[in-house]
C-alpha cells in the first residue's frame, strides 16, 4: 500500500511500502487498480509530490492519494508527470491548497490544474529525454541499495555471527551478554562513545549555504556553520526515535538529534552499525512526544571489538562508503540538471520539434 509518505519525485518506490493482505488490497482497488504510466500524487500534509509508476508489481493506493491516468492519445503520462513537477504548476498548487490543520489540495482543484499542451510529438520527445534522467538515478539508487546491503552484511558476518578474519583461531570466552571472541570486551555504550544533544538553529537564523543541518530524520536544509566535524554519526532524540545516520562531510546536528561527541573506543563506522542494531526507539521515554534519553542508551552493554578488527572492518568498508558517496553526488547533479531543464524544455525555451529522439517509453 503506498502512503503519502512514499510519494517522492522519480519513479515510485515500492520497496519501503506498507504490506497489505489480499483483501485489504481487492477492497482498495475496487474502483481501479494503478497500472505503468499512472501518476501517483498527494493530497495532504507533504501535498502536491508525484510519482511515475513505472513497474507491474500490485500495489494499492492508502489514504489521501490519487492516481492519475492520462488519456495516451493526448497526453503522454511522463510528460504529465513532469509537468506536474514543474515551478508552473507547483506555483497552482500552491494557490489552491486549504485545510485548517492540513495543507490539503481537494480533487476538484487537482482537475483544474492548468498544464502547457503539446502536441503529442513533442511532448514524448520532451519525457524521452526527461525520463533519462531519472532512470539513470534509479539505476544509481539501486548501486546505492547494493552497496549498504553489502556493508551491512559484512558487519553481520564480523559481529553478529562472529566471523571475521581469523575467527578459526580465535578462542570464544564467557562474558555478561554471551560468547565473545577472546581479546573483545562487553562494557557501557559510554565507554564505546559519547551522545551529546544538538544544537539550537531556529530556522529563522538559518543561513541557507553548504553546510548540512541534520534533523531526526535526516538533512532539513542547509547553514553557513558547522558543529560537528566529520565523520559523524547522528540518531533522533525528539519527534521520531530509530534512525541511525552517517555523514561523511561536516554538519550542523540540530536539538532534536543526539549525536556522537566521543568515539572512544570504536570507528564511527562500527558506531553507526552498532547504534543501528540497538533498535534506539525502544527507549522511547516521552508521553505526547517520541524522546530518547542519551543517558538510558549511555547504560546499555554492548560488544566492544578488538582494535585491530576494528580497524580490518574500516578497511574493508571505507572503500564502500566511498563509491556510495560518489553515486549519490551523481543523483544529485543529475536532479539539478534535469530540474534546470525541465521548465525550458515544456516552455518551449529548448524547441525538441526537429530533434531526432527515441521516444519508446511508457507513455
Known amino acids: 500500500m503506498v502512503r503519502v509518505t512514499d510519494i517522492k519525485l522519480g519513479y515510485l518506490d515500492l520497496a519501503k511500502t506498507k504490506k497489505v493482505d489480499e483483501s485489504i488490497y481487492r477492497e482498495f482497488t475496487k474502483k481501479y487498480k494503478p497500472q505503468i504510466g499512472d501518476v501517483v500524487f498527494s493530497q495532504v500534509g507533504a501535498y502536491g509530490n508525484s ?10 493506493l492508502g489514504q489521501n492519494i ?24 507547483k506555483q497552482q498548487i500552491d494557490a489552491c491548497v486549504g485545510g485548517s490543520s492540513q495543507p490539503t489540495i481537494s480533487l476538484r482543484n487537482i482537475n483544474t490544474l492548468q498544464i502547457p499542451y503539446l502536441s503529442l510529438s513533442i511532448q514524448n520527445k520532451i519525457a524521452a529525454i526527461l525520463s533519462n534522467y531519472d532512470r539513470l538515478i534509479e539505476n544509481n539508487t539501486r548501486r546505492i541499495e547494493i552497496l549498504e546491503e553489502m556493508a551491512r552484511s559484512l558487519y553481520d558476518e564480523w559481529f553478529v555471527k562472529f566471523r571475521f578474519p581469523g575467527y578459526e583461531q580465535t578462542k570464544m570466552v564467557d562474558s ?3 560468547l565473545i571472541p577472546e581479546g573483545w570486551e562487553v562494557n ?4 564505546a562513545l559519547i551522545l551529546q544533544r544538538g544544537f539550537d538553529l531556529p530556522t529563522k537564523q538559518r543561513q541557507e549555504s553548504n553546510v548540512p543541518v541534520y534533523a531526526s530524520t535526516g538533512v532539513t536544509g542547509t547553514h553557513n556553520e558547522a558543529k560537528v566535524k566529520a565523520p559523524g554519526v547522528v540518531t533522533g532524540r525528539s519527534g521520531s526515535l530509530g534512525t541511525v545516520i552517517y555523514i561523511d562531510e561536516d554538519f550542523w546536528a540540530l536539538n532534536t538529534t543526539l549525536w ?16 543501528s542494531n540497538l533498535r534506539l526507539e525502544q527507549f522511547n521515554s516521552g508521553a505526547a512526544v517520541p524522546t530518547l534519553n542519551r543517558n538510558d542508551v549511555h547504560s546499555l552493554q554492548v560488544v566492544i571489538p578488538s582494535h585491530l578488527v576494528l580497524e580490518q572492518f574500516n578497511c574493508f568498508v571505507k572503500p564502500l562508503f566511498a563509491m556510495k558517496k560518489n553515486l549519490q553526488t551523481r543523483n544529485v547533479n543529475l536532479r539539478k540538471t534535469r530540474d534546470l531543464l525541465l521548465p525550458k524544455l515544456i516552455s518551449g525555451e529548448i524547441d525538441v520539434e526537429n530533434l531526432d529522439i527515441e521516444t519508446e517509453i511508457a507513455a
Open 51 to 60: 510519482s511515475y509508476v513505472n513497474k507491474t508489481k500490485a500495489f494499492c
Open 66 to 89: 490519487v492516481c492519475i491516468s492520462p488519456k495516451q492519445q493526448l497526453l503522454n503520462s511522463f510528460y504529465l508527470y513532469s509537468c506536474l513537477n514543474s515551478p508552473f504548476v
Open 176 to 178: 555478561e551478554l554471551e
Open 188 to 191: 557501557r555504550l559510554d565507554n
Open 260 to 275: 556522537v561527541k566521543e568515539f572512544r573506543r570504536v570507528t564511527p563506522l562500527y558506531a553507526f552499525y552498532l547504534l
